[in-house]
T-cell receptor, first 108, second 113 residues
Framework: RKEVEQDPGPFNVPEGATVAFNCTYS??????FFWYRQDCRKEPKLLMS???SGNEDGRFTAQLNRASQYISLLIRDSKLSDSATYLC?????????FGTGTRLKVLA | DADVTQTPRNRITKTGKRIMLECSQT?????MYWYRQDPGLGLRLIYY???????NKGEISDGYSVSRQAQAKFSLSLESAIPNQTALYFC????????????FGDGTRLSIL
């Protein structure tokens, strides 16, 4: 089993749709959780950290379920500019494991 | 100016050549990392450093070496490049502590013929 697993997609959704991605992790001792966004052949950029109580940043909501060992990202009112690959990142005290990413295409 | 700067941005070279990729940062972070990214494999950690005197191997360190010349500088070397080291390489920095995200440079696209 991979340490961090994501559905590679692509998720093709129309503008204005709501879309959700999940990411599972295997190490129950993981302490840090993030979602990154990566555009084609560019560097990953931090989208948001994920906190135990869940957190929201505008149209984006992230949640952590420690019991089932997964994190989720919800995007509301999708924009064309949201088209990208979304990387799930799970970390311990020093090492972060990156998922292979979920590709999102928002269609006009 | 970028907080994490990688040079060169692109490099094409031949098998057997020695290559150095450089990374510098102005974020004041102690931790620095080198990753490579290949299609379908995601980001894989090559080496990481928590301060100038602390260097650690990541999951795929064979064929690579690093030098932490200063808090702000961390370079990656390919001693004798081989074609399967063709990839996109990223440097990242991070602050100490948990829940500290990593911040990436623009990447170096390396092709080895």
């Amino acid at each position: 089993r991979k340490e961090v697993e994501q559905d590679p997609g692509p998720f093709n959704v129309p503008e204005g749709a709501t879309v959700a991605f999940n990411c599972t992790y295997s190490n129950s001792a993981s302490q840090s959780f993030f979602w990154y966004r990566q555009d084609c052949r560019k560097e990953p950029k931090l989208l948001m950290s994920v906190y135990s109580s869940g957190n929201e940043d505008g149209r984006f909501t992230a949640q952590l379920n420690r019991a089932s060992q997964y994190i989720s990202l919800l995007i509301r009112d999708s924009k064309l500019s949201d088209s990208a690959t979304y990387l799930c990142v799970v970390g311990g005290t020093y090492k972060y494991i990156f998922g292979t990413g979920t590709r999102l295409k928002v269609l006009a | 100016d970028a907080d994490v700067t990688q040079t060169p941005r692109n490099r094409i070279t031949k098998t057997g050549k020695r290559i150095m990729l450089e990374c510098s940062q102005t974020k004041g972070h102690d931790r620095m990392y080198w990753y490579r990214q290949d299609p379908g494999l995601g980001l894989r950690l090559i080496y990481y450093s928590f301060d100038v005197k602390d260097i650690n191997k990541g999951e795929i360190s064979d064929g690579y070496s690093v030098s932490r010349q200063a808090q702000a500088k961390f370079s990656l070397s390919l001693e004798s490049a081989i074609p399967n080291q063709t990839a996109l390489y990223f440097c990242a920095t991070g602050a100490q502590g948990t829940n500290q995200p990593q911040h990436f440079g623009d990447g170096t696209r390396l092709s080895i013929l």
